[in-house]
């Protein structure tokens, strides 16, 4: 990053810091995987110990869309939509495998895989993922955030 | 996509859209309410957001092959699914399955039923507030669904009911699990009883709401808790016994005006007669000897040592197949070469193994029902499952439909909500258990 | 009354009836294209006492004259009994009339058989699609539609 400064570091990291700590997701829910999405949001492998367990339910107030099961051509302007009024900084967890590529559903319904229509940033293959492998995904992810370059200033968009 | 409120908007009323993406945390659908201030003047109910195309898939996957797709339809009872699809199957092919592998079915099936109802009653709960009963009810399936795992490998979508028995046998200690699982579920049951039955708030949004009359829910074709908390005695296990049903006692809970709050109540005392069941099979089921599988030579050796003849000892077979060598078979998969997998020591040594597999996964062979079509429906989390399937003789069926239980009932919910509040909106649909997978198949 | 008592008593009152078989315990009538509704208005009424509709679809015979056969189960909660009733209607013209007036889940199950397969019904208040989004064209569940034709809604992105 450009006038970087040993300051600028440092406050580049603590604001990764506190941004990979406290994300407040919003969960896309269609399919079988948000039966897991259920058991890794409640008490047996509980999300929250991650600070990831506060789910706001308007793309509006979250920061992570957490898209979980199978995403078909009539639910895609949906999903798009979702993802348009989400505000930056704003990651995606492509949660199953039929939202990372389509997974048993190869038809004519069937989105093959998120990424075709918004930006992915982790992936977590799984038919359903167990929780444990959910908790890898979403600990992977607060690498990348804790790791990424931290996009804190206003910048006048030409 | 314009609904057709959408397209005859008035200036005077509001138009709010409960869009494909919700807070409810049963299925992805629609409505599309036209409002007056808070009461509902017309609904529009739009579905089809999970639409995956399961029977045209179906009808390009061999009989094997398209068992996944049956446990991704309804996804909280996995199992039910299974079962009806391989009954259905073992119907056309007319299959006689061992009582032990009939026995580990009812015990699955039952398993699922009772997560089914735990997941609709939690999400039902917390979408009205009681937040605390979702976080117990999630606690009672995780040991639910711990029986399962160990059993079947997977937690949730297991393909475990294969056609002509069961995949494997139970686990060592099965006893154990099943029993603390029941206790467990036992315990939440009695704190969810307590925290919901006279609650004030909770009666204040289910008591009345919703209500539905016998004879319209019979003429929507209402089936399962739906139509037995409008007091319609109709539960496919006993109109229709299949697997042991008719050797096993158990209870068919009715309700009285078929309102929210009866909904609820049926689905926590049919929970009850379902751990009622899971303990009467789990009696008759004798144990057996525990398969040592640690022992044993490797399959590569035994391959080899086959070519010149039959080793004859032991193999040690991979961990994923326990629960699955040749002495276990006869119990837990009918004996026709032709439908079920033959057992992988057979497969490793000998030649009419090595050819029953391979005939078996072949393009064009395998199970091939004879040619007709056939309707078989089992008692799912929701109602009546049904599975109707047209065979042409091949390999593959020709046509594969599937009844879905919560089609009919979601196609009364316009009627139900209209006249109401917004707010009734939530505990209606919640009580209904829609799954979209089953849905929109 | 006896099953087969019934079933001559059904032939008798409804001569469109062209045929009965019975095969692994199901019972399944034959019934031509102009005699349907009447048929199952009569089944539903005394003294048959079939109330429930369980189910209505389409099978799709390709290679038949008649392409469509429509295929219903009735259901008698009286007498705990179910039948099939088939119709078959031409490829070219595969209209037939609706029963929206006689069971109300008719009105959902015929939408999906138009969705699918694109039969008419004729009488039915509103016959749109169901399970597909308007925009979409072709009918998925007929042979004739390539399994894996999709026809996405939002432009997909490499």
């Known amino acids: ?28 829910i269609t399919a079988c995987c948000g039966m897991e999405y259920m058991s890794t949001a409640c008490a047996h492998f509980d999300i929250d110990r991650f600070g990831a367990g506060l789910t706001r339910f308007s793309p509006r107030q979250a920061d992570l869309l957490f898209v979980v099961g199978t995403v078909s051509h009539k639910l895609a302007p949906a999903l798009k939509t979702v993802y348009d009024q989400m505000l930056e900084p704003r990651w995606v967890i492509a949660f199953g495998v039929c939202a ?26 799984g038919c359903p993922p167990r929780p444990e492998m959910v908790l890898d995904g979403l600990l992977k992810l607060q690498e990348k955030i804790q790791d990424q370059p931290q996009d804190w200033r206003w910048r006048k968009r030409t | 996509m314009g609904t057709d409120l959408e397209k005859n908007a008035r200036p005077d009323t509001m138009l709010i859209n409960m869009g494909p993406s919700h807070p409810a945390m049963h299925g992805t659908f629609r409505i599309m309410l036209e409002l007056e201030g808070e009461k509902i003047l017309n ?45 259905t199957v073992e119907k056309m092919l007319g299959l006689q399955v061992p009582e032990r592998a009939q026995q580990i079915r009812v015990l699955m099936s039952e398993l699922s039923r009772v997560s089914d109802h735990l997941t609709c009653l939690a999400a039902m709960a917390m979408e009205n507030g009681a937040f605390t009963v979702f976080l117990y009810m999630m606690k009672a399936r995780e040991f639910l669904w711990d029986v399962i795992e160990f059993t079947t490998g997977s937690r949730m979508t297991t393909s475990y009911i294969r056609i002509g028995g069961v995949r494997a046998d139970l686990h060592e200690g099965w006893r154990e699990s099943v029993k603390t699982a029941v206790r467990e579920t036992r315990s939440v049951l009695k704190d969810v009883h307590g925290l919901l ?23 929507y074709g209402w089936t399962g808790p739906c139509l037995r908390s409008t007091g319609v005695r109709y ?58 599988t640690a022992e044993g030579m490797e399959p590569t050796e035994a391959v080899r040592m086959g070519r010149l003849q039959n080793p004859r000892q032991r193999i040690r077979l991979s961990p994923n197949l326990e629960g699955s060598e040749k002495e276990v078979y006869p119990r837990i998969l009918a004996d026709e070469p032709s439908v079920v997998v033959p057992p992988k020591e057979d497969t490793y040594t000998t030649m009419e193994g090595l050819i029953s597999h391979f005939l078996f996964f072949m393009k064009g062979s395998g199970i091939r029902p004879p040619k007709g079509d056939v309707y078989f429906s089992v008692e799912g989390g929701n109602g009546e499952v049904g599975f109707y399937i047209v065979s042409d003789g091949t390999d593959r069926p020709y046509r594969l439909h599937l009844r ?37 198949r | 009354m006896e099953k087969e008592d019934l079933i001559e008593e059904i032939r008798t009152r409804f001569p469109a009836v062209e045929s009965y078989a019975e095969t692994l315990g199901d019972q399944t009538l034959v019934v031509r294209r102009e005699g349907f509704r009447l048929l199952m208005s009569g089944l539903r009424g005394a003294p048959f006492d079939y109330a429930v509709l369980l189910d209505l679809t389409c099978v799709d015979f390709l290679a038949s004259e ?28 595969p209209v037939v009339d609706s029963l929206t007036g006689l069971w109300k889940n008719a009105d959902w199950l015929e939408r999906e058989a138009f969705d699918m397969f694109g039969v008419g019904f004729m009488g039915h208040p509103d016959l ?29 992105k490499d």
């Not at chain 1, 400064?5 to 506190?18: I, K, Q, V």
């Not at chain 2, 196609?411 to 707010?423: H, Q, S, W």
């Open chain 1, 1 to 28: 990053m450009s006038g970087s400064s040993f300051l600028t570091t440092r406050f580049d990291s603590a604001l990764g810091w506190a941004r990979k700590f406290s994300l407040f997701h919003y969960p896309f």
């Open chain 1, 100 to 125: 990372v590529s389509g997974g048993i559903y190869q038809n004519y319904a069937t989105v093959q895989g998120i990424d075709r229509i918004i930006p992915v940033d982790v992936y977590i293959p």
């Open chain 2, 43 to 87: 609904a529009e109910v739009e579905i089809g957001y999970l639409h995956r195309g399961f029977e045209k898939t179906c009808e390009n996957k061999t009989y094997f092959n398209l068992l996944p797709y049956t446990d991704r339809l309804n996804y909280v009872s996995p199992q039910i699914n299974n079962l009806g699809y391989a009954m």
């Open chain 2, 197 to 219: 039955d006279r609650n004030q708030i909770f009666l204040n949004r289910t008591r009345g709401i919703g209500a539905m009359s016998k004879e319209d829910a019979l003429s």
């Open chain 2, 235 to 292: 539960d496919v296990r006993k109109a229709h016994p299949y697997l042991l049903y008719d050797r096993l006692e158990f209870d068919v809970p009715l309700g009285e005006c078929g309102d929210n709050y009866d909904r609820y109540s049926v689905r926590m005392r049919e929970m009850e007669q379902s751990l009622r069941i899971i303990e009467q099979v789990a009696g008759l089921i004798r144990d057996s000897e525990p398969q040592v």
């Open chain 2, 404 to 440: 879905a239980p919560c089609f009919h009932i979601l196609a009364a919910l316009e009627t139900l909500i209209r006249g109401r509040f917004v707010a009734d909106v939530v505990p209606t649909f919640g009580s209904m258990n829609m799954i979209g997978g089953e849905l929109d």
């Open chain 3, 66 to 93: 008649n392409r469509f056969e429509i295929v219903c189960h009735l259901f008698s909660l009286s007498r705990n009994r179910r039948l099939r009733v088939k119709v078959s209607l031409p490829g070219d013209n």
């Open chain 3, 128 to 156: 749109k699609r169901i399970l597909m989004y308007e925009g979409f064209e072709g009918h998925p569940l007929c042979k004739s539609y390539p399994w894996r034709k999709e026809q996405p809604l939002v432009p997909i």
